[in-house]
């Protein structure tokens, strides 16, 4: 059954936690994420969950608190951007370490300084070699359906790591989008009732967590962690299938948009990948053979679908929504241009970092990209290959 | 559900974890499900002096064994009988509060050369 609704970006989300329904919420307020966790108060305020709201002091005693309930055996959640993201960098790690099933959305937003509330991906990128698994949005529409999955995906036996839902601050999060949702029963019946393996209430199967690793062990629990992730990978689209029988919508690692017989690519994620596909369409109604890959999963990075969807394009244009300042590119241009290297295809691979600080990716820019790749694919020359998008130079 | 293709760290060794044990084998995220395993885990290899006991000095006062910070004196019927060298990390406070000097710290290097010269006379 279907219900079209529309809802913010943040709204979408505090539905789905709503249907979710988590034993532990522990939460702190940061722009522009804050209205997901100030709806879902009122949600349990109201008693439409049985969640244990606990409203903590900061983004690192949310991510703390988060960490205990899960330990304990509760399914828990916690929500954050930017500088809250930051703060809680040190405990995301013993989140991931402790392999504890928490989903967390991340609405993305610039890191200070100068201080900045609007989007881009620096703070997502902060973590992603934590060992979360980050999942991207294009709209409100993906950030929901990405929180319902995100709940199977993290709790699979074969993986056990916390999933981030990531979505474009303001523009997916305050901005009205038409949306399906799922009803509650649905959901209820998709995401499962929560029976940890273990936990530390059990008091019948006593055990201790987060213990004290030496160099004769920490370097396997580490490679445990790599293992879990590479599962991912598969479970991701298995949970993906199982998600299309409910909702009509299909879930894979990547959106492959017009790529079969395309001749440049444009690599992007989350709400500009919607862009790309809109001046996408104009282009190829001119005839170019462009096409659109949207990573929809980041960590882990899903190259072999990634090599598989750009392995016939002659040019490809990652888009950074963050800078590494290693003067080498942004953090997707790294991972892509490393997956497609073994290919030996040949295939040119420029990066364009764009829309820091909220910076609006105009549909020009877009255009420009996929003119700058044409006379990269003419000439096969590329004079510079980190470019900066929409940049006074 | 597909099976798994590559299944980690779902033990739960009750006889303890040992350092050949791989990635597959030990516990998920170094987890641990029996209590007083320290036991187990054996330190005595962080030790770079080891303490030697002269039985013809011993008064068996047992003053070694209440100051040992790890327990590694072991007594039988209240008297000194060994060190638990798996556990002993040689920090040498049984030699130095020992009343009649009946414990020597002796270096690991000295005592490898030792057993090297021992082999070669073999």
């Known amino acids: 059954m279907k219900n079209r609704v529309a809802l913010t970006g943040n709204e979408a989300v505090a539905q789905a936690m709503r249907q979710i329904n988590p034993d532990v919420v522990a939460a702190y307020p940061i722009t522009p994420s804050t209205e997901v966790v100030q709806m879902f108060s009122s949600f349990v305020n109201n008693g439409k969950v049985d969640t244990e709201f606990v409203a903590v002091e900061s983004e690192h005693s949310a991510m703390s608190a988060t960490i205990g309930a899960s330990a304990a055996g509760a399914r828990a959640m916690t929500c954050t951007s930017s500088q809250g993201l930051a703060y809680m960098f040190e405990v995301v790690y013993v989140a991931a370490s402790m392999r504890l099933p928490i989903v967390f959305p991340v609405v993305n937003r610039a890191l200070s300084a100068p201080i900045n509330i609007h989007c881009d991906h620096s703070d997502a990128m902060g973590i992603k070699q934590s060992g979360v698994i980050q999942l991207f949005s294009e709209n409100a529409q993906e950030a929901y359906d990405n929180m319902i999955q995100a709940i199977r995906i993290a709790e699979h036996p074969d993986v056990l790591l916390p999933v981030s839902v990531n979505y474009d601050g303001f523009i997916t999060s305050h901005a009205l989008d038409v949306l399906d949702i799922l009803d509650d029963d649905t959901v209820k019946e998709f995401i499962g009732e929560y029976h940890p393996q273990e936990a530390l209430l059990n008091v019948k199967e006593q055990f201790s967590m987060g213990n004290f690793d030496m160099y004769d062990y920490y370097f396997e629990h580490k490679y445990q962690q790599v293992a879990a992730m590479e599962n991912a990978k598969r479970v991701i689209e298995e949970i993906g299938k199982e998600y299309a029988k409910i909702s009509g919508r299909t879930y894979g690692l990547v959106d492959a948009y017009k790529l079969e017989d395309a001749d440049m690519a444009i690599v992007v994620m989350n709400s500009a990948a919607g862009s790309a596909k809109g001046v996408c369409d104009e282009l190829r109604a001119k005839g170019l053979k462009v096409g659109v890959l949207k990573p929809r999963v980041f960590r882990p990075f899903p190259h072999e679908a990634v090599v598989d969807a750009l392995k016939g394009v002659k040019a490809v244009a990652v888009l950074d929504r963050a800078e590494t300042f290693s003067t080498l590119g942004g953090p997707m241009f790294e991972d892509v241009r490393t997956s497609l290297y073994d290919l030996k295809a040949d295939i040119k691979v420029v990066n364009y970092v764009y829309g820091l600080g909220g910076r609006d990716l105009r549909l020009e820019d877009v255009e420009k990209v996929y003119n700058d790749l044409g006379d990269i694919v003419k000439t096969g020359r590329v004079d510079k290959f980190v470019r900066y998008l929409g940049l006074r130079e | ?122």
């Not at chain 2, 590694?72 to 990390?89: L, W």
């Not at chain 2, 920090?91 to 710290?105: E, F, K, L, Q, R």
């Open chain 2, 1 to 122: 559900m597909t099976p798994f293709n590559r299944n980690f760290g779902q033990g739960r060794s009750r006889e303890g974890i040992s350092p050949d044990m791989n990635w597959r084998e030990l516990t998920k995220a170094g987890n641990i499900y029996e209590p007083g395993n320290a036991n187990t885990y054996e330190t005595g290899d962080w030790r770079t002096i080891r303490p030697i006991w002269n039985k013809e000095r011993c008064i068996h006062c047992l003053i070694c064994w209440r100051y040992c910070p790890d327990a590694s004196i072991i007594s039988t019927d209240g008297k000194f009988d060994c060190f638990d060298y798996k556990h002993c990390k040689g920090c040498g406070i049984c030699a130095n509060v020992c009343p009649t000097h009946a414990i020597d710290m002796i270096s690991e290097d000295e005592i490898d050369k030792q057993k090297e010269a021992r082999r070669n006379e073999e």
